[in-house]
C-alpha cells in the first residue's frame, strides 16, 4: 500500500518537486538531485510513519531541505541560500496549486527556449518535468542513452551560460516556442497514454497533467488553432482511456473496446474545442490527428469506422510530418479500408525504413495484416519479431498472446 502510494507521488508530484526547486535556486541538477533525494526518503519515513496527508508538500519540504544543506555546505550558495530563506517565510516553496501550475509552466517555456536545439527541447522537459529516465526518452527519439545524457547535459549547461530566464515569456515572444511546447505536452500525454515501459500501459497522471497544462497553454495563446487542435487531440484519446486495459491488465485494441464505456462529456468536450479551431485557418498537424481521432470516437462500432477518410486524413498529415511512423499509421488506414493485401503491398515500402527497423511497430503490423489474411505461419514470424523489440510488457503480452493464435 506504501509501496503504491511512493509509485502515485513520483508520477504526479516529481514535476512540481522539481519545478519548484528550479525557481528557488535556479540549479537544475541540484533540484533533480533533491527531488530524487527526497523519494529515497519517502522509501525510508513513510513505511514507519504512514503515507502524510499532503506527499506533494511533504516532498517539497524535503527536497527544500535536501537543497539547503548542499548550499550551506558551498560557499557560492550562499546567495541562493538567502533568497530560499526569503521565499520560505513568504510560504512560496510548497505552495499552493497557483504557485505549482506556474512553476510548472514556466518549466516548459524555459526548456523550450529557442536557443536550445529542438530535441533537446523536448528531452529537458521530459525529463524534468515528466520524471522520464534518460533510458525513457532515448528510446522515445530512438537514439542511443548516452548520445541523449550528453544531450540533456549540454542544455542545462546551455541554460546556465546563456542566462535563459525562468518564466513564461511575453506574447510577442510565444509563437517561436510554441512548435516546442506543443511537442513535448503531446510526448508527456502520450508517455501517459502508453507507457514505453513498466507493467502499467496507462500512466494516468501523466494523461491528466498534460491535458491539464494543455489547457493553461489554450488560456495564454486563445487565438492558436493547433493549441486548440492538441487539446482536442487529447482529450479524445483520453475518452477511451478506461477501456484500452482489460480488468487483468491486458491490452485492449480499439476494435474490441467496449464504446458504450466511452467518457462521452470528454468526448463532446474534444468535438467542440476541434470543431472550433477547424474553422479557423490552415489546418495543422495537430488538428489532422484530432479528426482521425473524431472518426473513431463517433463510429458506433468498429465495422462502421470510416476507414476511407482516416486513410485521406493521413495523407493530409503526410504532407505536413512526413515521418515513418504517420506512414505506416496510413498503411494501417488503406488496409483496413481497402483491404490487407493493399495495405501489404504498401508496407513493403517501409521495410528499408532504418527507424521503423528499431522499434516493433512494422513487425506488429505485418503480423496483423498477414494474420487478417490467414498466413499465420508467416504472422508467426513477423510476431515473434516484435517480441524481440517491443518494451512495454502490456503490449508484449498482447503480442504473445497473438502468437499463441496462429498456433
Sequence with gaps: MVDDAIVAAFRDEWGHVVATLIRVTGEWDLAEEAAQEAFAAALRVWPRDGVPDKPGAWLTTAARNHAVDRLRRNTLGAAKLRELAVLTAHGEVGGEAQEIRDDRLRLIFTCCHPALAFESQIALTLRTLAGLSTAQIARAFLVPEATLAKRLVRAKAKIKNAGIPYRVPPAHLLPERTVAVLGVLYLIFNEGYSATTGSEMIREGLCAEAIRLQRLLVELMPDEPEVQGLLALM????????????????????EYQDRARWDRARIDEGTAILDAAMARG??????LQAAIAACHVHAPTAAATDWAQIAGLYEHLLKLVPSPVVRLNHVVAVAMSEGPEVGLAQLGELEADATLNGTHLLSATKADLLRRLGRFEEAATCYRAALELVVSEAERRYLGRRLDEMS
Excluded at 237 to 251: F, I, K, N, Q
Excluded at 282 to 287: D, E
Design 282 to 287: 490552415r489546418i495543422g498537424p495537430y488538428r
Design 235 to 254: 482529450l479524445l484519446h483520453d475518452a477511451r482511456r478506461a477501456t484500452r486495459v482489460a480488468a487483468d491488465g491486458e491490452l485492449v485494441t480499439l
